[in-house]
Structures are given as C-alpha cells and as structure tokens.
C-alpha cells in the first residue's frame, strides 16, 4: 500500500509566521503534489514536483513556496502566514500511472 | 477560469437506489478523467478512472461514463450505500501521455445516502 504521511493533522500559527507543512511518501514516487482544499473552491494545486530539486507552480502559488531535497520529501512554506491561509492542505504523490495517492491532510488555522 | 465543473453542490438518495454525480469540463484537451471519493478530516482517495478512448468503465458498483462530444462525464453508484455519503470530485489530465501531469479537480459534490 502506497503511504504518504503529514507532519501534522492540525496546526495554530499567528498571522507573520512562517509555517513548514512536511509531506513523506514511501513509495519511490518521482511526483509530487501540494493542494489546498476549501468549501465550495474544491483542490486547487499549489505547486508540484516531478524530480528532486525540481519544481513548478500550480494555478495557485502566491504565498507559497516549496522544498525538495529528498525524492520521498516535499515541503510547503508558508513565509509568511496569513489569515487568508487557513484551510486543508493535502499533500499527493505519484508514480506517472496517472493516479494520485493523498495522504490524510494538515488543517492549519491562521490566527 | 473552471475547467471541470461540478455543477451540483449537493445530492441526497436514498439506500439502495442510483446516485449519479455529474462533471463537465471544458478543454478538449483533456484525455484522462478521475473520480475521487473524500471523508471529512481525510484525503481524497481514488476511486475510478477513464480515457478519452473510452466511454464506459465500470468497477463493482461504480461506473463511470464519458461523453466527448458533450464534454461531459458522469459517475453511477449502484446500489448507493450509506458508506458511499462523502465529497466526491472529478478530476482532468491534460495530455496524460507523458509521465509529467497534473490533475485539474472540480468543486466536489457533497453525496448523502439516506438509510
């Protein structure tokens, strides 16, 4: 079974932080993907991931950047967290057949 | 600019009967077509697929039905099950060929199946 894992399943930070989302996937997966999800907007892709180092911005990247050192890791940054921020963050990976395996979601509240 | 759509917030049926749950998209681009199924405080996990070469796949009680010409799809739960109420959400590659791709998702359609 594919497992992709997040740092956190909730999380508080202030408005000014800046606020790291880890995502580990155990598969050997070359993709990989940020999403956020809110009520009535459905996924939205923030920034993805085909290799390591490599990277490229989605349909919504402002505010956003990302990390990939490792093929198993990719990281979300918020540099600086804002109240518009809070939502679902899901992280994905893949292996090119197409299919996207989520892992369980970090809901992160902006104060 | 929403290029899949999921038009129908909401839906209610009751145990036993059909659930069908639309999507419409708008780039002819598109070649490969996902559903997924989302329990609250859990990840989207997938639930079936279809090509664009295709116009019917079924899988159990799911079926999904592609029609290009009307650029729209529909997903067939038969006989809906209690377990089956979560946010469904289809979703759209672009020329998925290749090995680099990305998913283009709906809005999602809350499903409640009534007991």
């Known amino acids: 079974d594919v497992k992709v894992t997040q740092s956190s399943r909730y999380l508080v930070k202030r408005t000014g932080e800046k606020v790291f989302l880890e995502c580990v996937q155990d598969?050997?997966?070359?993709?990989m993907f940020w999403y956020r999800q809110d009520p009535g907007l459905g996924l939205r892709l923030i920034y993805f991931?085909?290799?390591?180092?490599?990277?490229e911005k989605g349909d919504i990247p402002e505010g956003y950047s990302v990390s990939r050192e490792k093929k198993e890791r990719f990281s979300l940054i918020l540099e600086s967290a804002s109240t518009n921020q809070t939502s679902m963050y899901l992280c994905?990976?893949?292996?090119?057949?197409?299919?996207?395996?989520f892992g369980p979601g970090t809901r992160l509240t902006v104060t | 600019d929403q290029q899949v759509k999921q038009n129908s917030p909401s839906l209610s049926v009751q145990e036993g009967r059909i659930s069908i749950l639309n999507c419409d998209y708008t780039?002819?681009?598109?070649?490969?077509f996902l559903w997924y199924k989302k329990y609250p405080a859990e990840g989207p996990t997938f639930l079936i697929s279809?090509?664009?070469?295709?116009d019917k796949n079924e899988d159990g009680r799911f079926t999904v039905f592609l029609n290009k010409s009307a650029k729209h799809l529909s997903l067939h739960i038969v006989p809906s099950q209690p377990g089956d109420s979560a946010v469904y959400f289809c979703?759209?590659?672009?020329?998925?060929?290749?090995?680099?791709?990305?998913?283009?998702f709906g809005k999602g359609t809350l499903l409640t199946v009534n007991p």
């Open positions: 994905a990976s893949s292996l090119g057949d197409r299919v996207l395996y």
């Open positions: 279809i090509s664009s070469i295709k």
């Open positions: 991931s085909y290799d390591v180092k490599m990277k």
């Open positions: 780039n002819s681009m598109f070649d490969y």
């Open positions: 979703a759209a590659i672009l020329n998925s060929g290749g090995s680099n791709y990305k998913l283009t």
């Open positions: 598969m050997d997966h070359e993709n």
